[in-house]
């Protein structure tokens, strides 16, 4: 005769869920036969007036009225102020071949890059410039580039 396919461990993991099936149903049964009862205050929280989530509702004596209109969204409107946008430089770097170079602006001594889209003229380095400027995603553009007379 040959051995029974179940061995030692196959059944006691059996009896094991079967355990837990029967303690499952043991517990399903206490609940429907002891319901809790779910008031909504009960389940109420509530927060004071120093962030703390207490069970008690807040004092209405302690109120604090805010006027609507007293509450400003965004940022404080700016004043324009006028701002020479032809600035002088000087190229300090520039690859006809592929296109591009810097331009160091003579008053803030940043570089900005120029782009052979961006020119009115034919420039080399050296050269002394007049250009405008706009942003772009990587940073200020030189924009209208002109040798400067």
């Not at 782009?115 to 772009?136: D, M």
């Amino acid at each position: 005769m040959s051995k029974s396919q179940e061995t030692w461990n196959k059944k006691e993991t059996e009896k094991k869920k079967q355990q837990k099936k029967k303690e499952k149903e043991q517990k399903k049964q206490e609940r429907k036969d002891n319901p809790k009862s779910s008031n909504i205050e009960d389940m109420m929280a509530y927060v004071d007036e120093y962030g703390n989530i207490t069970s008690t509702p807040p004092d209405p004596k302690k109120k604090i009225k805010i006027n609507e209109a007293d509450i400003s969204i965004g940022v404080a409107r700016q004043i324009a102020t006028e701002v020479d946008t032809v600035r002088k430089g000087t190229v300090t770097f520039f690859n006809e071949s592929k296109g591009y170079g810097f331009i160091k602006d003579s008053e803030t001594q940043e570089s900005i890059f120029v782009h052979v889209n961006g020119l009115e003229e034919p420039i080399k380095e050296n050269n002394k410039v007049t250009f405008e400027t706009e942003n772009s995603p990587k940073g200020l553009n030189a924009i209208k580039v002109k040798l400067s007379k």
